[in-house]
């Protein structure tokens, strides 16, 4: 049998016994996939899967937990344990959260506000968004 390479050329008696040696000669491959080993990879992949689906996902359902969540937020902005890109990204989670225009009372209000105004303080350029503040507080406090 004679062996060539990907472009077509013959190859040379040095490279078959390098290969040979190496236990790389094309006759000797095979590859075998054991049924019960692959399922259990598939599982495993699609439990991988959905863990990263809801690491992204806020479990919060009401006012009190977006309180909670929000004053944890700011404590750790005000201690400096949180750098003010997480407390951003914490708060882009909030934002987009699926029922936040039930959830942000008076109070949530107020507290991601105060969180927005910190994070820009930080320096993080940014915007105010409309969520939170009203077209003439956008003028008055001059966004990015």
């Known amino acids: 049998m004679k062996e060539t390479t990907r472009t077509g050329q013959k190859k040379s008696p040095r490279s078959n016994a390098r290969n040979a040696s190496r236990g790389n000669t094309v006759s000797e491959r095979s590859i075998s996939f054991d049924k019960g080993d692959a399922g259990k990879a598939k599982r495993g992949a699609n439990n991988q899967d959905d863990q990263a689906a809801n690491a992204g ?30 407390c951003l990204s914490a708060m882009n989670n909030v934002m987009s959260h699926q029922r936040i225009y039930e959830l942000l009372d008076k109070e949530c209000k107020e507290l ?22 009203s077209p003439e507080e956008e003028g008055m406090g001059g966004g990015a």
């Not at 105060?114 to 503040?133: C, E, M, T, Y």
Request: cysteine-free; hydrophobic content about 45%; charged content about 25%.
């Open 57 to 86: 996902t806020l479990e919060i359902s009401t006012s009190a937990e977006l309180k909670q969540y929000l004053l944890s937020i700011r404590d750790k902005m005000a201690d400096g344990s949180a750098p003010a890109i997480y």
């Open 112 to 133: 991601a506000r105060d969180i927005w105004l910190r994070i820009k303080q930080a320096g993080v350029q940014l915007k105010n968004p409309p969520l939170l503040f």
